[in-house]
């Protein structure tokens, strides 16, 4: 198994450019999230979505979409970017909710920067 | 609200033990986790502990749970210059679903 798998790695934009990344992971769980970490402040989660076609807002979503449309793929857009989105942005996936299967799984994180 | 601490900074020397230690607000955390993220990474989860329990051994790693004063540690015993890394406490609460907050992570530095 490949895990979590996001693109690109490193990204530049300048502010108003729109862009997506890409996150899929292949271990068929039902759970996946995206989350922005920034100095000294944990990760904040952005959106998620319990399965496919169903997705939720996180704690910081404005400026923000993502869609669900198969289990394995759940990509980031970012509507119209700016310098506050600057940021390294993680996936996560996970099984479910019961038990030790609330686990997530990231990926290696996206390096954003907005000009 | 929903909050997680940790102390930002933790040093140490080669060979002795780590203490990391974490607070959380939410009592109704159902499992607490440790993860670990060295540079240029993702998060990697360590270990987990169900917050009906108070203590879980895993090699070099001990979890105590006080669920009373809400407080989260992991002890790293002979610590490795490998075990450099940041250290993130992370809580899974019921809050109408699915849902993880994490602490701020705590750097730590093992000196040779």
């Known amino acids: 198994n490949a895990g979590v798998t996001q693109t690109p790695k490193f990204q530049v934009l300048k502010t108003g450019q729109s862009m997506t990344l890409q996150c899929a992971q292949d271990?068929?769980?039902?759970?996946m999230s995206w989350y922005r970490q920034d100095p000294g402040m944990g990760l904040r989660l952005i959106h998620y979505s319990v399965g496919a076609g169903i997705t939720d807002q996180g704690e910081v979503p404005n400026g923000y979409n993502v869609s669900r449309s198969t289990t394995e793929d759940f990509p980031l857009r970012l509507l119209s970017a700016a310098p506050s989105q600057t940021s390294v942005y993680f996936c996560?996936?996970?099984?479910?909710?019961?038990?030790?299967?609330?686990?997530?799984?990231f990926g290696p994180g996206t390096r954003l920067l907005v000009l | 609200g929903e909050d997680v601490e940790q102390s930002l900074f933790l040093s140490v020397r080669e060979g002795d033990s780590s203490v990391i230690n974490c607070t959380y607000t939410d009592s109704s955390s159902t499992y607490l986790y440790w993860y670990k993220q060295e540079p240029g990474a993702g998060l990697q989860l360590l270990t987990y502990i169900f917050s009906n329990m108070d203590m879980k051994q895993d090699q070099r790693l001990t979890v105590l749970l006080n669920k009373k004063d809400k407080h989260l540690s992991l002890r790293i015993a002979d610590t490795q210059t490998g075990d450099s890394a940041i250290y993130f406490c992370a809580e899974s609460i019921r809050a109408g679903g699915f849902k993880t907050i994490f602490g701020a992570g705590t750097r730590l530095f093992v000196k040779a």
């Open positions: 996560a996936s996970s099984p479910g909710t019961v038990g030790s299967k609330e686990t997530q799984y």
């Open positions: 271990m068929n769980h039902e759970y």
